[in-house]
């Protein structure tokens, strides 16, 4: 099969023929139909995460169709969904009590379990999703990491009515029509100057954009920060009203400076998410149900992924970017 490969971290992608995985108990062999390209794909790419598996294919956010199957749970041509979260122990504290995302033995899709950068991927049933008829693959894909970790950090930061987004990309795009369905505003807040960022956020319905460094017209009950810029968490705080929380929802972020303590007296909360659990996935699933979820995309053929993977650092990218690797998307 076709593999846009990482041999090592620091270097390009390298497309070759690789062996097509076998299926093992409990898990399917999937065509891959498109695959989303994900910011923690750079993460992994330029170093930031440690230790991926190597060689590796990238890529966690699979939408595709059952080849072989061996579970119960999908059979031969089910549409199924391959998250992030690849694998977990069941065995360990965080397991047991209920936080699987944070598993100490967790596997994770396109990085410790080869991905979705491929014509086929092997993956465990008991972590993929069935799929909503209503979505093509191409509309999939981003809903699986950018939508699923999005929906988790959504939740931690409460109930409140005004939520700020910091960075406006994938799954600030997927959230806004979440949060408009339930209801609330949306602030987005983009790289200052950002003019072409701002006006895709009022676009996509958010009832303020602007730049990082500002005020926005009221203060926040909670933001969350999708840019990985450890900068943010204070110009969030700076916004956010006593009691309200910051959510840091991206893998990884640089260094966050130092601040006043005053930002965060007033029962301010600063809280990072990790990952998903299953139960994320399928709640988010359900509430999505109802609704139908409109993302602009930027789609690459798979043997330019190198491609994609630049234009997504460089802040090119309008909304989410997505692999189309076999051609009947
Ligand atoms: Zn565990
Ligand atoms: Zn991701």
Excluded at 65 to 80: Q, T
Excluded at 129 to 138: H, N
Aim: aromatic share 8%.
């Amino acid at each position: 099969m076709r593999a846009m490969v990482l041999e090592r971290q620091r270097a390009p992608l390298v497309e070759r023929e690789v062996t097509a995985p076998d299926p093992r108990d409990s898990e399917v062999r999937i065509r891959v139909e498109c695959c989303g390209v994900c910011r923690t794909d750079l993460h992994v790419v330029d170093g930031e995460l440690r230790d991926p598996k190597l060689p590796l294919i990238l890529g966690h956010q699979i939408a595709g169709v059952v080849e072989s199957s061996r579970s119960e749970a999908f059979k031969a041509g089910d549409r199924v969904g391959v998250p992030w979260l690849g694998w977990t122990c069941g065995k360990c504290r965080y397991c047991l009590a209920g936080q699987e995302n944070l598993c100490d033995y967790a596997r994770f899709t396109g990085y410790t379990i080869d991905g979705g950068y491929a014509d086929l991927a092997v993956a465990d049933t008991r972590f993929c999703f069935a799929l909503p008829k209503s979505y093509s693959a191409a509309a999939t894909a981003p809903l699986l990491c950018a939508g699923l970790i999005g929906f988790r950090a959504y939740r931690m930061a409460g109930d409140g009515r005004r939520l700020g987004f910091y960075g406006f990309g994938s799954a600030a795009q997927i959230l806004v029509q979440l949060a408009r369905a339930d209801g609330r505003e949306v602030f987005a807040f983009t790289r200052d100057g950002d003019a072409k960022g701002q006006r895709f956020a009022r676009e996509m319905g958010a009832a303020w954009a602007g730049g990082s460094s500002e005020h926005g017209p009221q203060a926040l009950d909670a933001a969350i920060i999708f840019a990985p810029a450890g900068p943010l968490v204070v110009k969030a705080l700076e916004n956010v009203r006593k009691g309200g929380v910051v959510v840091c929802a991206g893998i990884h972020m640089s260094d966050i400076p130092s601040f006043r303590y005053e930002l965060l007296w007033g029962e301010r909360v600063v809280r990072s998410v990790a990952n998903l659990t299953r139960r994320d996935g399928l709640d988010f699933f359900a509430r999505i149900g109802s609704l139908q979820i409109e993302t602009k995309r930027t789609m690459y053929p798979l043997a330019r992924a190198n491609e994609a993977l630049s234009s997504l650092r460089s802040g090119e990218i309008t909304g989410s970017a997505v692999l189309e690797v076999s051609a009947e998307y």
